[in-house]
Structure formats: C-alpha cells, structure tokens
C-alpha cells in the first residue's frame, strides 16, 4: 500500500467517524443542528446568511471569545447552503485554525455588533492547508449523505404500507409532496 492510500484511508475513517457521531435532528434543518452543537460544545454558534456573493470564500468562520459564527452565501439553493455551512461545521469539529484577515465588508456583515480585535479565529476557505480542507469536504458530504438517507418510519411519510420507504432506502426519499407513482 502507497503512503499516500494509508493516508487517505486514515482520512475516511477520521472524516466518517466525526459525521457518523454528529446528532442530526429531525426533521434535518441548519438552525436545529446549530443549536445540538451549540449544546455539545457548550458555546453558542450563530448562522449568519451573508448577502450576494462575494469573490471570497463560499462560507466562512469566525470564532470570538464567546461564540463561533458561521457565515453562508443566501443567494443559492438550500442544499449548496447546507452543505457550506457543514463545510465551515467540519472545520469547527476538526479543531482547525486559519489566520486569513477578516475584511471589513465581511466582518460588517457577520458580525456588526463586534469589533474585529474581538475575533480571535477567523477561517475563509483559502486559509487552511489542502489536508483541512479535505476533511472539512469529506465531513459535510458525509453528513449530508447521512441526513439525506436516514430511514423514516411509514407513520412519519404518510406511507402506511411502507412502499415509499422502501424505495427511498434504494433510492433516496421521495420528494416532499409528491405521491409515490405520480409524476
């Protein structure tokens, strides 16, 4: 085996253990799974959408003394929000730091109230090496790929013979609102 597969087999199994034991709410929203890491980690964690999209990182993480924020672009589908926000959550799970300078346009938008002397930690997609962006990569897909294939029971999706359920374990749940065999 060549260095370079251990390590990418040790960085699957680190990656899939952090996803594997983040609690997911149901049903799977940011806001409620801001609040379980709020708990875990004993600190708040605050979502930030961020108007426009700026030339900058997609996501970005800002952490005070008291509090972590996350900031995410509101100009684009619920599921690329999802999945920066996760990207910027797996950093936070990792430990990693960053060092990148907080612009002013962005500090204004994520966090008006505070001072940028206050910011002890601020990490934008281009300050960490290609290691910590891996695993930050490798986190929020496989959070999503969990949150996205749980098996509901019949009862929660209306589905009283289990059909739909079934088939969503083969081939992802149904969309919201739309019966099974309707197109």
Known sequence: MRQEDHGDAELWRMCREIAEALPLPEPFEMPALAV???RIRGRPLELVPLPGRSRGPCGILASTDRADYIGYPSDTSVLHQQHILLHEVGHLL?????????????SEALMPHLSGEL????????????????????????VLQRARHRVRTPSEDGDPDGRVTRLGSVFGPAPKGRAAGHG
């Open 36 to 38: 379980t890491l709020a």
């Open 94 to 106: 990792c430990g990693h730091t960053g060092t990148t300078a907080l612009g002013s346009a962005a």
């Open 119 to 142: 910011i002890r930690r601020v990490l934008g997609r281009s300050a960490y090496s290609d290691r910590q962006e891996r695993e930050a990569e490798l986190i929020a897909s496989l």
